[in-house]
């Protein structure tokens, strides 16, 4: 396993820890790069292909491929300066992110044979890429000096910007196979909702029934989309939600003896499968992460010896990844946690 930097190799940190009673069957992979000061990862594919960043001693960030025989391969826009930070990739093994160029953040794609792309939305100080699909087309958001705009970028480099109706801020983060893009936009009176936009540009706007605010998380390929909704006005209790492609919702709180300090539940990331990621907060403000099953069940995730555990996304082949104690990744393998 070695990190591939013109210059310099390096040895990849792959430990295998055991998993606890309730993820017999699983068990964790630290991925921490060694001589760094941070490593955290976002996602992974289906070819077990993982997305991450790292923390440099010179305090610049840079983006990491690992693939599944552990080689990583530094990523960093050519003309980025201080960071270089990847949101997510598709099954292509194409990347988007971030990155700092002559003083402002602008978006990019970085194809599976490292060709850089740059988007810069015109008139933003932020373009920041979110998401791409498997036909490579990438949904984002840019921040102006008034509000925040969604944009989608088809295959061919057409961008198109565009906001919910009387909406003050929108925000586009996920878009699926089938070209429906999720996000969330600000009413004039501040409070959150989330909206789905199809291929040919309809917007549906969307609230959990009773709630405060709505914030939508993720999309899957089946139009299932997970989120955040809080209650309880001025001091606001979270909670998680399914919503099917019909509009119904179902509500997430994590419960049972494993979850008997959990306070609010946070969902992150959804398969193909319908199977949910995610983390709750307790009752001291500890972060633990949790895998929902189809069946509605939800089993604790811990990495052993942390203190904190936030699962990033779940692959459809089960695998989950994620980070712990801020600064180090892991990769959970094996489906121990259905049992």
């Known amino acids: 396993m070695r990190f591939r930097k013109p210059g310099c190799i390096l040895l990849s940190l792959v430990i295998v820890l055991g998993a606890t009673a309730a993820q017999a069957g699983s068990s964790w992979s630290v991925l921490d790069i060694p001589g760094v000061t941070k490593t955290n990862v976002s996602a992974i594919n289906r070819s077990n292909v993982i997305l991450g960043f790292f923390d440099s001693a010179d305090g610049k960030e840079h983006g990491f491929l690992r693939a599944p025989d552990g080689?990583?391969?530094q990523i960093d826009e050519p003309d980025a300066?201080?960071?270089?930070?990847?949101?997510?990739?598709?099954e292509n093994g194409d990347v988007v992110?971030?990155?700092?160029?002559?003083?402002?953040?602008?978006?990019?794609?970085?194809?599976?044979n490292g060709t850089y792309v740059s988007i810069n939305i015109a008139g933003a100080n932020v373009t920041s890429a979110s998401d791409?699909?498997?036909?490579?087309?990438?949904?984002?958001?840019?921040?102006t000096a008034s509000n925040s705009l969604?944009?989608?970028?088809?295959?061919?480099?057409?961008?198109?910007t565009f906001s919910v109706r009387n909406a003050t801020d929108t925000t586009a983060f996920a878009i699926n196979r089938r070209g429906v893009i999720l996000g969330n936009f600000e009413d004039a009176g501040g409070v959150e909702h989330g909206f789905l936009r199809g291929r040919g540009g309809k917007i549906t706007a969307f609230d959990v029934p009773g709630a405060d605010s709505t914030g939508a998380g993720s999309i899957n390929d089946a139009g299932q989309v997970i989120g955040v909704y809080t209650t309880g006005g001025a001091i606001p209790v979270y909670h998680g939600y399914l919503r099917t492609p019909d509009g119904s919702f179902t509500t997430i709180d994590v419960s049972g003896?494993?979850?008997?300090?959990?306070?609010?539940?946070?969902?992150?990331?959804?398969?193909?499968?319908?199977?949910?990621?995610?983390?709750?907060t307790d009752t001291s403000g500890i972060r633990h992460g949790f895998v929902r099953t189809t069946d509605g069940t939800c089993?604790?995730?811990?990495?052993?010896?942390?203190?904190e555990t936030l699962p990033?996304?779940?692959?459809?082949?089960d695998k989950i990844v994620g980070n712990y104690d801020n600064n180090h990744a892991f990769r959970l393998n094996g489906a121990g946690w259905r049992n």
């Open 71 to 73: 080689t990583i391969t």
């Open 81 to 90: 300066r201080s960071y270089t930070t990847p949101s997510t990739l598709n």
């Open 97 to 112: 992110g971030q990155c700092l160029i002559s003083g402002k953040t602008k978006g990019f794609i970085r194809d599976a």
């Open 132 to 143: 791409i699909n498997d036909d490579g087309v990438v949904v984002g958001y840019a921040l």
């Open 150 to 160: 969604g944009f989608v970028r088809a295959a061919d480099g057409t961008i198109t």
């Open 257 to 280: 003896p494993e979850f008997a300090a959990a306070k609010w539940t946070f969902p992150v990331d959804i398969n193909a499968k319908g199977e949910i990621v995610g983390f709750f």
């Open 299 to 307: 089993v604790r995730l811990d990495a052993p010896g942390a203190t």
């Open 312 to 317: 990033a996304m779940i692959a459809a082949n």
